[in-house]
Structures are given as C-alpha cells and as structure tokens.
C-alpha cells in the first residue's frame, strides 16, 4: 500500500520518484544553518542538543517545540533558527550524533579481552540498559523510525553497524559460513530497539533472561567449536 508523506505543505506520493523526491526535499530543509566554529558557538549547540534531549525525554517529540528548548537553553528563538531551521533538522542532529555514539561504543566493547559471546552480550546489554534509564533514546528511536528520511539513514548506520558486527565476528569465527554471520548481524542491529522497547518496560527479574535469549538467537545451530 502507498504511503503519502507531507512537507511543507506539499504532499508526495508513495511512488518510488516521489518518496526520492521527498527524501531530497527533506535532507535541504533539515540541514543544519549554522556549523559550530569557535567555543562559544560549540557551547550553544551542546546547550541546545541537551535542552532538546530533556524535553524530549520527559515529554517526547511531538510534544517538544522550538520554543520549549529555546528557553530551556537560555536563547531567544531567533538564535535557536541560527542554528536548526526547524525542529526537523534538530531531530537528524541528534540522530547522526546517536549514530556516532553508539558506533564509538560498539568499538569501545569489541576491544574488551572477553569471549565474543560475552562481547555481543555484554553490547546488546548496554545497549538496553542504556534506553531503559533514559526514556530520551527510547523517544528518539521512536521519532527515527517515523520519519521516511531518518528512517533511511537509521537503515544505513544499522548496514555499517553489522558490518563491523560481522567482521569481528568472522574473525573469531572462521568456521561459519560469512553470510550467515553477516545476515544475523544486520537482524540484531534491526531488531534490537524492539528489544530495548521490551526491557524497559519488563520487571528487572525478566530484563537479563529477555537478553540472553535475545543473543542465543544469534548462536543458534551454530558449530561454535
């Protein structure tokens, strides 16, 4: 079934020429007005990225206008404008800059000298615990997936993200046939915000058992000797 999406007024098919049409039209309007070139200037956009993720925490997107993270920054809504146009172009700031960080901790895991079972554990663990104590990166994956154009870069990380899964893994792992590892590793990387969503809504007694069935699944008849 197509999908109608709206910007700015215009309305755009779910035809494959105009969600292209859509995605560019998006991609402009979001792109942030004003790069960050002296301290003062990286000092206001760390204060309005963390005003955002509050609001956004305690209240969600659609609940969070320009206005509410221009005072809770300390700004004047003009000098918020200087920086994002539009809420929209917030939102993919904060996703690239979500996008970065998880990368850099998924490096950060890969170097632990544990078994890569524990590894991938202990990864897809953080990750949870991480979305279950701060209900900001809950609200952000939920507005990601809902937007056709984050949603399209959110597939892309996810691609990068089991590339590098995969190559770790296949290192250890000679002996399983590559496309396997590769598949599997996209399906958590996919999958593993539906996890998240699960664990931060289960009693603590369940979060641990949820995880590690999670994992198995990944290992599942697999010859792991």
């Not at 950060?108 to 554990?121: F, G, H, T």
Request: hydrophobic share 40%.
């Amino acid at each position: 079934m197509a999908i109608d999406y709206m910007t700015n007024g215009h309305v755009f098919k779910g035809d494959c020429k105009s969600r292209l049409l859509y995605c560019q039209t998006m991609k402009t309007n979001t792109k942030a007005r004003k790069e960050p070139g002296q301290d003062r200037s990286r000092a206001t956009l760390q204060s309005i990225m963390n005003a955002s993720a509050e609001l956004i925490a305690a209240n969600g997107l659609d609940a969070t206008s320009m206005t509410q993270i221009a005072n809770l920054a300390g700004l004047s809504k003009a000098s918020l404008y200087r920086y994002f146009p539009n809420k929209q172009a917030l939102l993919l700031a904060l996703a690239e800059r979500s996008f970065k960080t998880h990368r850099e901790e998924m490096q950060a895991i890969m170097q632990v000298d544990k078994k890569p079972e524990q590894i991938l554990r202990d990864g897809i663990g953080h990750y949870c615990d991480k979305h279950s104590n701060n209900p900001f990166f809950l609200n952000l994956r939920a507005a990601i997936h809902a937007d056709p154009v984050l949603s399209e870069l959110d597939l892309k990380d996810s691609r990068e993200n089991a590339l590098l899964l995969s190559t770790f893994l296949t290192h250890h792992f000679p002996q399983i046939d590559p496309t396997i590892i590769k598949t599997r590793s996209l399906l958590i990387m996919e999958l593993i915000d539906s996890l998240a969503r699960l664990v931060a809504r289960v009693p603590v007694t369940e979060q641990n058992n949820l995880i590690d069935e999670f994992v198995g699944l990944f290992f599942a008849d697999l010859n792991l000797m």
